[in-house]
């Protein structure tokens, strides 16, 4: 629920990373932690099991600056990717502004991407709010890996697109992200099909991880303005 | 189904009338420093000591625990706990739901009780709680004129990023 604090000047967002587990979430927002100056951000926040994986969420505080004389946080969180952990992962999408998906490109994980992605829209429909609406980016991480399965085939898997009924949005719109295609086109069938726009990363790497999060970051703000 | 959340706002007008609330409620109980978080884990307002940790931090893990326990309160059959108590060694904190859209946290130490303080909540959660109301009930966005104006800030977001 981002917060519009006129008192202080403040503008806060709420970005979670979901997917399934051992996916590169934490990595994610560790690269940012470790990249970001130290003045403009917070601690990074852990509640994992002594094994490192995430058993509540990870959470970073980013200033991203003043835009309009606004300073700009953004609040990261992920969430546990693990099956097990379905209670506390829901309760960090409450109050979300933008969602980042990190799937897992290796061939052998697409059924856990796929599960992933179906209980992350069961989640958001229980609190009412609609994936579809909602400032939403996919990023296909483990790019460098020799099992990691082609763009197209994760792309089918995990973001075929949904329907466009709004007449008014029925026009194609070219992905600013990748040349050549398209985030709203017209089927062959012929309905108008909407994809959220996506990025490759090796998030190990940092490769990708700031392009995640500019793309998404400007989609949560033009929801605000 | 709705987009998302609904964005809310805060203006200095509401932090004045908090901040008012929330002083006599330290004067009254004698607890060092009160603060208010957002459902989702963002810092509102803090009134008295500023606090010496990392506040973004608290507030985030304040709306967890507060979001856990609920969980817990269902599991049980109750449909939430309203208040939670942590209490430590030289400093313990109280924290409350506020009408379902805010946490009021109130850290104190032991130049207080806890029964003074729990006395002192009631009434000022209830103050609270008619404020938020009002809040809530404002249009989730602000008027246009008032809003600070986002449409075409592609540059500056790459510039943050550079």
């Not at chain 1, 709420?14 to 470790?34: A, D, R, S």
Request: net charge negative.
């Amino acid at each position: 629920m981002s917060m519009i604090n006129y008192a202080s000047r403040e503008i806060n967002c709420k970005l979670v990373y979901y997917g399934p587990g051992l996916g590169g979430k934490t990595t994610n927002l560790e690269h940012v932690y470790k990249k970001v100056a130290p003045s403009t951000r917070g601690k990074l926040i852990s509640l994992a099991t002594e094994t490192e994986r995430t058993l509540f969420f990870d959470f970073l505080p980013v200033d991203l600056g003043t835009i309009r004389g606004f300073k700009t946080r953004f609040h990261l969180y992920t969430v546990p990717g693990q099956v097990y952990y379905n209670a506390s992962r829901k309760l960090i999408l409450k109050g979300v502004d933008g969602i980042v998906f990190v799937a897992d490109s290796q061939v052998d994980r697409m059924e856990a991407n796929q599960e992933s992605m179906q209980n992350l829209y069961d989640n958001m429909a229980e609190y009412g709010y609609d994936l579809t609406k909602m400032p939403f980016v996919v990023q296909y991480n483990k790019r460098d890996l020799p099992n990691a399965a082609p763009i197209a085939e994760l792309q089918t898997a995990l973001n075929p697109g949904w329907e466009v009924t709004d007449t008014t949005r029925q026009r194609v719109t070219p992905d600013p992200y990748h040349a050549g295609e398209n985030l709203i086109e017209q089927a062959p069938t012929g309905e108008w099909i909407e994809r959220s726009t996506y990025f490759e990363a090796v998030a190990i790497n940092g490769d990708g991880v700031f392009d995640t999060l500019r793309a998404v970051s400007k989609l949560v703000l033009k929801a605000l303005s | 189904m709705s987009y998302g959340a609904a964005s809310w706002s805060f203006t200095s007008e509401d932090q004045s009338a908090i901040h008012q609330v929330l002083q006599r409620f330290l004067t009254d109980s004698q607890a060092k420093c009160a603060m208010v978080v957002d459902r989702s884990g963002q810092l509102v307002t803090t009134v008295g000591d500023q606090p010496r940790f990392d506040a973004q931090a608290f507030a985030s893990l304040t709306a967890a625990d507060f979001s856990a326990n609920d969980q817990l309160a269902r599991l049980i059959g109750e449909t939430d706990f309203n208040t939670l108590f942590h209490q430590g060694e030289r400093e313990s904190m109280l924290l409350a739901d506020v009408a379902r859209r805010v946490i009021l946290v109130v850290l104190f130490d032991n130049k207080t009780t806890l029964g003074l303080v729990k006395l002192k909540l009631k009434g000022t959660v209830e103050q609270l709680a008619q404020h938020f109301a009002t809040i809530g009930t404002r249009p989730a966005r602000p008027e246009p004129e008032q809003r600070p104006l986002l449409g075409n800030v592609d540059d500056e977001i790459d510039k943050l990023f550079q």
